[in-house]
């Protein structure tokens, strides 16, 4: 029983994503049940330490770095693998469980690929499966190939849905895999649409909200952007962008060339992202791939209406008047314009 042990948790990521602050929910959750936990942060990554001391997690930073291309390191960086191994050793005298936070396989691979050199059990917590050929990161042919291995180096996972069990089981027939879902806490009633306020459509502007790091690749705001601006409509539109991330320089430049009837405003990293809901028609999660995006969970208990590809984990909790088809580039960027026409015209 894992309430009466010892439990190591590693996070491996220099940025905050979705899978981050879901294991601090996780985390906040299970101290609260008396389990006896200790967090491991990257000194670099600021967000995630403050957020840390900001919810009382007991937390100490190590040093071992994120590196781009991180899969190739973790098999060829020999000074970073030791690094790796030092570390693990150190919590593996203190602790009776360790569990890597890895927001995807490459992420923290270092750690599960030093665990199978050094014989020492770690338990991998990840959201998804996804092949980085898919998900376009570069040199992905070549993540894919080592990927395998590193998936074999690990023989305990937890992820967040049934269909990424599957994949692990395919992926590793000797892993023991258990699925701990994504949650998003209850909201304060003053929080819940027609229940803690009323909502009333704008007659001359619709609203969009989209939440979440600014990088097209993963979370597909490009494609929002080019959607609204094929809509044509005799409309003010109006989207909220909360968040920050590597392509906000190129969000921002696409967004001068919308028509004078649309505009962007851009809000930056918060974390009162309900603070601008209260007015918005829809909330867009335009993904090219995602788990189960916390955004999605945190909107259907606000009772907030969602538009979003119909893949991953949208499909398991999203009903056809939210899905659009998904496809090619230009193929999803017409069937969200679509799906947005529709929301417009039943306003």
């Given at each position: ?15 905050v ?15 609260v049940?008396?389990?006896?936990i200790?967090?491991y ?9 403050n ?87 570069k040199g ?58 009323e ?58 060339g ?10 930056g990293w918060?974390?009162?992202v ?23 969970l ?6 907030i ?15 056809k008047?939210?899905l ?14 679509e799906?947005l ?7």
């Amino acid at each position: 029983m894992l309430k009466n042990k010892s439990i190591a948790v590693v996070f491996t990521a220099d940025i905050v994503g979705g899978h981050e602050l879901m294991a601090i929910e996780h985390i906040k959750k299970f101290l609260v049940k008396g389990f006896r936990i200790s967090c491991y942060a990257p000194k670099d990554n600021e967000k995630l330490n403050n957020l840390l001391k900001t919810n009382n997690i007991p937390y100490a930073p190590h040093s071992v770095k994120h590196n781009k291309m991180e899969i190739i390191h973790s098999f060829l960086n020999v000074s970073q693998i030791m690094k790796a191994m030092f570390f693990l050793k150190k919590i593996n005298a203190i602790s009776d469980e360790i569990i890597i936070v890895q927001g995807d396989i490459e992420l923290g691979s270092g750690f599960v690929n030093a665990s199978k050199l050094m014989s020492i059990k770690v338990t991998s917590y990840i959201p998804y499966t996804h092949s980085f050929k898919k998900m376009g990161s570069k040199g992905g042919g070549m993540k894919d190939y080592l990927s395998k291995f590193v998936y074999s180096n690990c023989t305990h996972y937890i992820t967040i849905c049934d269909s990424f069990k599957k994949d692990l089981d395919k992926k590793n027939s000797r892993a023991t895999v258990r699925v701990l879902k994504n949650f998003v806490p209850s909201p304060p009633l003053t929080q819940i649409r027609h229940v803690g306020y009323e909502f009333a459509n704008s007659t001359d502007t619709f609203r969009i909200l989209m939440a979440g790091r600014i990088f097209f690749r993963q979370k597909g705001q490009d494609k929002l952007i080019k959607a609204v601006k094929e809509l044509n409509l005799d409309l003010k539109i109006e989207i909220i962008v909360i968040g920050d991330g590597p392509d906000m320089p190129k969000l921002k430049n696409i967004a001068k060339g919308l028509p004078s009837n649309i505009s962007v405003v851009f809000v930056g990293w918060i974390q009162t992202v309900w603070d601008y809901a209260y007015n918005v028609d829809v909330i867009v999660i335009p993904s090219n791939y995602e788990g189960v995006p916390l955004i999605m969970l945190e909107g259907i208990k606000r009772n907030i209406p969602i538009v979003a590809p119909a893949r991953d984990g949208m499909k398991d909790y999203l009903g056809k008047e939210s899905l659009y088809d998904v496809g090619e580039y230009s193929y999803e960027c017409k069937k969200l314009k679509e799906k947005l026409f529709n929301f417009i015209m039943k306003r």
